[in-house]
Nanobody, 111 residues
Framework: VQLVESGGGLVQPGGSLRLSCVAS????????MNWYRQAPGKERELVAA????????TYADSVKGRFTISRDNVKNTVYLQMNSLKPEDTAVYYC?????WGQGTQVTVSS
């Protein structure tokens, strides 16, 4: 099983980024997927989750209305579109599913 994130980087407050996570080694279309994040000195927290077919999504209160999780079951990829980014969104973002974790991608929001 492998989860590979990409799309992180440095962005100014108010900017946008789209994270991607490509999955392999399991039947992606049968499993819910999640995005977590961990900021320095803080615990890892769930940011967004999506059901196996994309029909149900949930978000942390802190990102509702700004972030959107989606998936493409043909491409075995889950996305996190992040808009109106704030400095407090700075963290390492992790893809999670099938009891597995990606290596993480750094998102830094700073002017």
């Amino acid at each position: 099983v492998q989860l590979v994130e990409s799309g992180g980087g440095l962005v100014q407050p108010g900017g946008s980024l789209r994270l991607s996570c490509v999955a392999s080694g399991f039947t992606f279309s049968r499993y819910a997927m999640n995005w977590y994040r961990q900021a320095p000195g803080k615990e890892r927290e769930l940011v967004a989750a999506i059901s196996y077919n994309g029909g149900t999504t949930t978000y942390a209160d802190s990102v509702k209305g700004r972030f959107t999780i989606s998936r493409d079951n043909v491409k075995n990829t889950v996305y996190l579109q992040m808009n109106s980014l704030k400095p407090e969104d700075t963290a390492v973002y992790y893809c999670n599913g099938y009891n597995s974790w990606g290596q993480g991608t750094q998102v830094t929001v700073s002017s």
